[in-house]
């Protein structure tokens, strides 16, 4: 009989496209996909430890499993992706019940890590960072009834922002071949994928130079040609390596969403340096009319955080500021949090936890209001969807803009997987509320 598997995923897309990449791998060496970790006899715990918060989570989560091995003798139980990393060892001698450690740039070796588990009884902690990218998986029936997908296209980052643990967990920046990415692209669009995204830590410095050369903009050119795809979006892009190149795409590549995501950290010249972003606030602010000049509505969203050492009122306003001037469509934001290992690590003086929170309290409650006056500011307009599938509240349909807004609507027929007209009747801060248009 065969194994059945379930994967629980916490953190970025990244680590996302990582647990499909693995239930892939599964499902080609026989496995079935299990809906409840009570049913399978092998559970992955994909981690996030980019924060202490997600690594709490994890670690919480681990246990629970843990204890769920205890009643169920033969489960294998593996934990993977960046908490795997960064506890290697460590995470195997605190959890006895863990059979598997595995980082992320092990993924390509995922089949034999299995095969010594399986086969050889063994507990395995692999945590290699110099591997090569992993090859294409076909990806079968896995991702059938879905609208939207993901492909890494590159691993890792080289650049050591200060606060940052993903150099230490996802290792040195490396593309993957573009004839891999180009395939698997191909294989999704043919199951039914219609909008891709394309995932890197730093797309920009996306480069082949296997079979043929191809930097990010070639890559995009060649996917944008890809018969069946309506939709094509990447992240993330560093604001230091963004190109004029890059930015003309948006106007020229017709599959191309209008939405850039551009973390910019803080407003602050002097936190930027210590955070070694390799950009001025100035820089920043100037790549915003850039962008807007090529696409006027084009929608900006990014991440900051607060409290990062040594950052004094001054320095938070002027996060504030440039929040008020760039008006972001959407931002998320994080509470500077200490990673062992990182540079920022050592820095001081350290901000108060209860301020941290202030000042992300007030900076939220400031992005709310831009968000809620940009998405009321769509009521009465016509935008087009691409239908996702049914919305959470019964009756409704639900897709997304471009410019990645969630919208709900009202529709009398099976539109999922296809590109609709709607009118918005209402902006909420995270969605927005409309009607099909008559189709012609
Ligand atoms: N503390 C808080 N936020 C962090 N991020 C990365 N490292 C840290 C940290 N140590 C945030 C950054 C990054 C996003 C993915 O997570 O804003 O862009
Ligand atoms: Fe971390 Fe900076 Fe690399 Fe982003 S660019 S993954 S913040 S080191």
């Known amino acids: 009989m065969s194994r059945s598997f379930f994967i629980t995923t916490m953190g970025c897309q990244m680590n996302e496209y990582d647990s499909d990449f693995l239930a892939r791998s599964l499902i080609n060496s026989g496995f079935i996909p299990a809906d409840d970790p009570e049913f399978a006899d092998l ?14 989570k994890a670690f919480s989560l681990i246990g629970r499993m843990a204890q769920m091995k205890r009643r169920r003798p033969n489960l294998v139980l593996g934990v993977v992706g960046c908490m795997a990393q960064q506890q290697g060892v460590v995470l195997m001698e605190r959890f006895p019940q863990v059979d598997l450690v595995m980082g992320p740039r092990e993924i390509s070796r995922f089949p034999d890590i299995l095969e010594l588990v ?58 993957r071949s573009s004839n891999d990415i180009i395939a698997e692209a191909r294989d999704m669009v043919e199951r039914g994928i219609k909008d891709i995204t394309l995932l890197g830590q730093n797309v920009n410095s996306y480069l082949w130079e296997g079979e043929r050369k ?137 901000v108060d936890e209860q301020e941290k929170a202030s000042r992300l309290s007030m900076l939220q409650d400031l992005q ?41 609507f009202t529709c009398d027929n099976d539109k999922i997987g296809h590109l609709v007209n709607v009118t918005i009747k209402r902006g909420f801060l995270n969605s927005l509320l409309g009607d099909m248009d008559p189709e012609e």
């Open 43 to 56: 559970v992955l715990i994909n981690t996030c430890t980019v924060r202490a918060k997600p690594e709490q």
């Open 118 to 175: 399986y086969g050889e009884g063994e507990r395995v902690v692999a945590t290699q960072l110099d591997t090569p990218p992993p090859q294409t998986v076909p990806c079968g029936e896995y991702l059938r009834g879905r609208v939207t997908g993901y492909i890494s296209i590159m691993e890792g980052c080289n650049n050591f922002c200060s606060y940052c643990i993903v150099p230490f967990v996802r290792g040195r920046e490396v593309s």
């Open 214 to 350: 191809q930097d990010f903009v070639s890559l995009l050119d060649e996917l944008n040609g890809i018969e069946g795809l309506l939709r094509l979006r990447f992240t993330t892009s560093h604001p230091k390596d963004l190109s004029d190149k890059l930015i003309l795409c948006f106007s020229n590549l017709k599959k191309l969403c209008p939405h850039i995501h551009l973390p910019f950290q803080t407003g602050s010249n002097a936190i930027l340096k210590s955070m070694k972003r390799g950009y001025t606030r100035e820089e920043y602010m100037e790549l915003i009319p850039k962008l807007r000049g090529v696409i006027p509505d084009m929608a900006i969203t990014s991440d900051v955080m607060v409290g990062f050492p040594g950052e004094s009122q001054d320095d938070y306003e002027a996060t504030l500021d440039l929040i008020r001037r760039v008006q972001f469509d959407g931002i998320f934001s994080f509470k500077y949090s200490d990673r062992k290992g990182t540079l920022a690590y050592s820095m001081v003086p350290k």
């Open 368 to 408: 709310k209001q831009i968000s809620l006056d940009k998405n009321r500011s769509l009521e009465g307009k016509h935008v087009e969807v691409l239908v996702e599938g049914e919305s959470k509240k019964g009756g409704r349909l639900t897709g997304r803009t471009g410019s990645n807004k969630i919208v709900n």
